[in-house]
């Protein structure tokens, strides 16, 4: 089955240990890219990758890492969490870097800093 | 870069009736515009795309509408369930450009 898949699903940590939420694709997709989701602010995006070792800036960087070392993983890495990354993160994929085909999304990280 | 607005944020409408949500968009080069439902506690799945050679589109109870002129489209839902209760979620994008997302609209349907 074609899918986004994160982990973990939830995550309570406390600020300041590092953290990685992973994200695999089994579609060959180029692009992947990650969102966090606060109640009406819609879906942000932090971080993006074009193709294998191509990694961008959304339009909320701060505090969070990437990488793209094989083409169907793209983890998020929070160096030192702050209460202020309390949020439902998303990570998604599509066939190309192109921004006009479908995005497919995993199901989300809700994660709470302390 | 892309800027997109949506309204109204929340939405509330009896069973059968219909639900219009709006957004504009800010980049004149933007020409896909996708529709993304969110039920509560799940990912965003694509309900409907239009792209920007075309003026309307339709699947069933679903239509969007866009007018590059003005650079607005529309998600229109008729006949509505309660099933369609859920956030949606407007986008623009293309070409080389990113996606950037409406805030969402939560659209209550009533029994």
């Known amino acids: 089955e074609a899918q986004v898949t994160q982990n973990p699903r939830y995550l309570i940590t406390v600020t300041g240990k590092k953290l990685t939420v992973t994200c695999s694709q089994n579609?060959?997709?180029?692009?992947m890219s990650w969102y966090r989701q606060d109640p009406g602010l819609g879906l942000r995006q932090i971080y993006y990758?074009?193709?294998?070792?191509?990694?961008d800036k959304g339009d909320v960087p701060e505090g969070y890492k990437v990488s793209r070392k094989e083409k169907r993983n793209f983890p998020l890495i929070l160096e030192s969490p702050s209460p202020n990354q309390t949020s439902l993160y998303f990570c998604?994929?599509?066939?190309?870097?192109?921004?006009?085909?479908?995005?497919?999304f995993g199901n989300g990280t809700r994660l709470t800093v302390t | 870069g892309e800027n997109v607005e949506q309204h109204p944020s929340t939405l509330s409408v009896q069973e059968g009736d219909s639900a219009v949500i709006k957004c504009t968009y800010s980049?004149?080069?933007?020409?896909?515009f996708p529709w993304y439902k969110q039920e509560l506690g799940k990912r965003p799945q694509l309900i409907i795309d239009?792209?920007?050679?075309?003026g309307e589109k339709k699947d069933q109870r679903i239509a969007v509408t866009l007018n590059k002129t003005a650079k607005h489209f529309s998600l229109h839902i008729t006949e509505t369930q309660p099933e369609d209760s859920a956030v949606y979620f407007c986008?623009?994008?293309?070409?080389?450009?990113?996606?950037?997302f409406g805030s969402g609209t939560q659209l209550t349907v009533l029994p």
């Open positions: 998604a994929s599509r066939m190309t870097d192109r921004g006009n085909s479908p995005l497919h």
């Open positions: 579609m060959n997709h180029e692009y």
């Open positions: 990758s074009m193709n294998v070792e191509v990694t």
């Open positions: 980049d004149s080069a933007s020409n896909y």
């Open positions: 239009i792209r920007s050679n075309v």
């Open positions: 986008a623009a994008g293309g070409s080389a450009r990113q996606l950037t």
